[in-house]
């Protein structure tokens, strides 16, 4: 499965911005799919993920009320809406996704098979 990230921009504080990971050449049936950010000097982090045929949605603690993953209107899409950016939203995003997660393990980049190139997000202050 191949991954495209997109959406990313520089922003100031307060604005939002939409990022989509599309898949090429399947669809997200029976996928989790998990947005994840990375800053410099940091790792990479968890951001949101949602189970594609429940469309149950999980948020790390600090993105919770502003950021909103979805289902696009096509089955290989995914979008991360992002409201009242930030500055210490900052970051690489990437979206992911794998077909035989667990639930406990959604939170973990390294369980993920499939990665996107990554799309950077700047929020100015």
């Known amino acids: 499965v191949q991954l495209q990230a997109s959406g990313g921009g520089l922003v100031q504080a307060g604005d939002s911005l939409r990022l989509s990971c599309a898949a090429s050449?399947?669809?997200?049936?029976?996928?989790?799919i998990g947005w994840f950010r990375q800053s410099p000097g940091k790792e990479r982090e968890f951001v949101a993920a949602i189970r594609w045929n429940a469309r149950h949605t999980y948020y790390t603690d600090s993105v919770k009320g502003r950021f909103t993953i979805s289902r696009g209107d096509a089955e290989n899409t995914v979008h991360l809406q992002m409201n009242s950016l930030k500055p210490e939203d900052t970051a690489v995003y990437y979206c992911?996704?794998?077909?035989?997660?667990?639930?406990?393990?959604?939170?973990?980049?390294?369980?993920?098979?499939?990665w996107g190139q990554g799309t950077l997000v700047t929020v100015s202050s």
């Open positions: 992911a996704a794998d077909q035989h997660l667990i639930l406990s393990a959604i939170r973990t980049p390294d369980q993920y098979d499939y």
């Open positions: 050449g399947r669809t997200f049936r029976n996928y989790y």
